[in-house]
């Protein structure tokens, strides 16, 4: 009853700073006044503070204690009721503040502080997996989450942060953490049925997205899933680098299976870390000329050299000049990867 009325009074003030100032002056004045009580046997300072502390914290190793009665007694009513009472109800404080902390982050409440992330816009089966599938190619960088119809994270994982808002909500974005990550993905909601209120949601998030990067001076890479292709022409104002439109994509991989089979196999190696080859990104060395000298030294390693940038007409220009910060799309498995990147740094 006695602790519960501490508690309560204590959790009125809600001042951290001011509680933890009282405790640590309990401590200190209560290691003060054991040595002045027993200087014999609490020789030093530190010694009486030793005792104290493993006392208030319920510790107690016993091998040292108060012998006089008046020691005794300020033990009994002082350190030992208030001390392990102000103490119980500072660690009641410290575990209400740790499970706060993880109801916010689990409800989406909690800003996003860390960069060079990715920000994915809107959580359905697509989404899903492309998380997924990004926790498996890139084992250093987060992802945050940002959906407005959850109130907590469908997903529960150390490299995940949820965010509950309205993506078209520049508060929301400034939550993400948006001027400093990677890329954005903004995948089509299902919650939306209609295609074009769909795609109407999205170009309004891209167009908040490229107004906050004007605003503030910060370029971000931007992927839209469109759910009708001819929608893409309005776009033409709004700044998004890649559109994606899923229905379309799917019916031309099964025509193309039908016509050459096989090709839906190749594609799901290529678009997954977890079979075959895979994709990987590189910059051009300074001893390459021309893609030719790209593509012989990548060859002569295992690699095949897919693109420059998004540009797969690399055979007709074989031997052009490649720019100095062009990034080079090959396929290959991760370990040549490694072993071509090593060879490239030195």
């Not at 009125?12 to 009282?22: E, G, S």
């Amino acid at each position: 009853m006695f602790f519960r009325l501490i508690r309560r009074k204590i959790y009125k003030v809600d001042n951290k700073l001011v509680y933890t100032i009282l405790l640590l002056f309990f401590i200190l004045f209560s290691s003060y006044i054991i040595q002045v009580i027993e200087p014999e046997t609490f020789a030093s300072y530190s010694t009486a503070l030793w005792w104290v502390m493993t006392t208030v914290t319920t510790v107690g190793y016993g091998d040292i204690s108060p012998v006089t009665v008046a020691g005794q007694l300020f033990a009994m009513t002082a350190v030992y009721i208030i001390g392990i009472g102000l103490m119980g109800v500072f660690i009641g404080y410290i575990v209400d503040t740790i499970q706060e902390y993880r109801k916010n982050k689990e409800e989406g409440k909690l800003k996003y502080k860390d960069f060079n992330h990715y920000i994915i816009i809107n959580y359905t089966k697509r989404s899903k997996d492309t998380i997924e599938e990004l926790l498996n190619i890139h084992e250093d960088k987060d992802i945050v989450l940002i959906d407005e119809s959850l109130d907590r994270t469908p997903i529960k994982h150390d490299r995940i942060h949820f965010i509950s808002g309205n993506p078209a909500n520049p508060r929301t974005l400034y939550q993400a953490n948006i001027n400093e990550c990677h890329s954005v993905l903004i995948f089509a909601s299902d919650h939306v049925e209609n295609y074009s209120l769909s795609d109407g949601q999205t170009l309004l998030i891209a167009t908040t997205i490229e107004g906050l990067g004007h605003q503030e001076g910060f370029d971000v890479y931007t992927i839209a899933e469109i759910l009708f292709e001819q929608h893409i022409s309005a776009f033409k104002h709004s700044k998004v680098d890649e559109f994606i439109t899923p229905n379309k994509t799917s019916a031309h991989l099964i025509a193309k299976s039908a016509t050459y089979n096989g090709t839906s196999e190749m594609f799901r190696q290529l678009t997954s870390s977890n079979y075959g080859d895979d994709i990987f990104a590189i910059k051009k060395h300074p001893t390459w000329s021309t893609y030719r000298d790209a593509y012989i030294y990548l060859l002569d390693r295992g690699a095949t050299l897919l693109s420059a940038e998004n540009q797969l007409d690399i055979a007709k220009r074989a031997d052009e000049s490649i720019p100095d910060d062009t990034e080079l799309l090959i396929i290959c498995n991760q370990e040549n990867y490694d072993k071509i990147v090593q060879e490239l740094a030195v």
